[in-house]
């Protein structure tokens, strides 16, 4: 078993969509980013990608490169996925959260664990998606921005490559 912690945070901005665990959330803000800012599907990745010693999300995806411009974030999340199935894992089970004050997450947190899965494979009870705001304190509790946080297990397959 190896395990992997990511983090992302993003600033909010008018004039574009939510995107929350891959899923638009209604707000009248959204994440400012190269991609579509998605920071929980960000931290997700980075996770993964730190587990089993790949770098992180810049690395694979920089944010200089033309074609990840506004991309989809669920396609990073995806070649995230690939990459450890390539090097020999498999994902034992994902836990994140959300930080922001607003908007609130809760009722969309069985929506965004089933596209979770879907885009990673995996069954959907195994990925925990939690939200808190930080009580009015900080950047995410003055509606700055949003961050997220994630935690992953992977486990080996087979012998892996090098």
Not at 28 to 57: E, P, Q, R
Not at 79 to 106: F, H, M, W
Request: hydrophobic share 40%; net charge neutral; proline share 4%.
């Amino acid at each position: 078993m190896r395990v992997g912690l990511g983090y992302d945070v993003h600033k909010l901005v008018a004039e574009r969509k939510l995107w929350l665990g891959g899923i638009e959330v209604p707000h009248s803000k959204g994440l400012l980013g190269h991609s579509d800012a998605d920071v929980l599907i960000h931290a997700i990745c980075d996770a993964l990608l730190g587990a089993a010693a790949l770098g992180d999300i810049g690395k694979h995806f920089p944010d200089k490169d033309p074609q990840y411009k506004n991309i989809d974030s669920k396609i990073l999340l995806r070649k995230c996925g690939q990459l450890l199935t390539e090097k020999g894992y498999r994902i034992a089970n994902i836990d994140s959260i959300v930080v922001a004050q607003q908007p609130k997450i809760g009722p969309y947190i069985p929506q965004m664990r089933e596209v979770l899965a879907a885009t990673l494979g995996i069954n959907i009870d195994q990925i925990s998606v939690k939200a808190t705001t930080t009580e009015w304190l900080g950047f995410e509790g003055r509606e700055e921005g949003i961050s997220a946080h994630a935690v992953v297990m992977i486990e080996e397959t087979r012998t892996r490559t090098t």
